[in-house]
Nanobody
């Protein structure tokens, strides 16, 4: 069982930065692929970024590539999303998810492949 708690959301002007954090419980954090997803009102949850258990592999949605950076600290059992050059279209509730063993790395972009989710943190970017 893994519990996830996101933090770091808020209101920021376009062009600004935020750093989201996701703290995990459980003994086998490093075994999980960790992902960040977001969901805007009336829209489906969409992939933002993912990172493998050992941080060797990362993946980003085209819409955030070059602006967002995902990282993790397995000692602290945490995953982070540094968001720079924010745009109004980045406004959404951001969720972190944990994906257990099984399947392929390409599954990391699909929210239905994740086993655990946090409660989400609101990010609002004003123009």
């Amino acid at each position: 069982q893994v519990q996830l708690v996101e933090s770091g959301g808020g209101l920021v002007q376009a062009g600004g930065s935020l750093r989201l954090s996701c703290a995990a419980s459980g003994r086998t954090f490093s075994n999980y692929i960790m992902g960040w997803f977001r969901q805007a009102p009336g829209k489906e949850r969409e992939f933002v970024a993912a990172i493998s258990g050992t941080s060797i592999i990362t993946n980003y949605a085209d819409s955030v590539k070059g602006r967002f950076t995902i990282s993790r600290d397995n000692v602290k059992k945490s995953v982070y999303l540094q968001m720079n050059h924010l745009k109004p279209e980045d406004t959404a509730v951001y969720f972190c998810g944990a994906k257990g063993v099984g399947g392929s790395w390409s599954d990391s972009v699909q929210p239905r492949r994740y086993d655990y989710w946090g409660q989400g943190t609101q990010v609002t970017v004003s123009s």
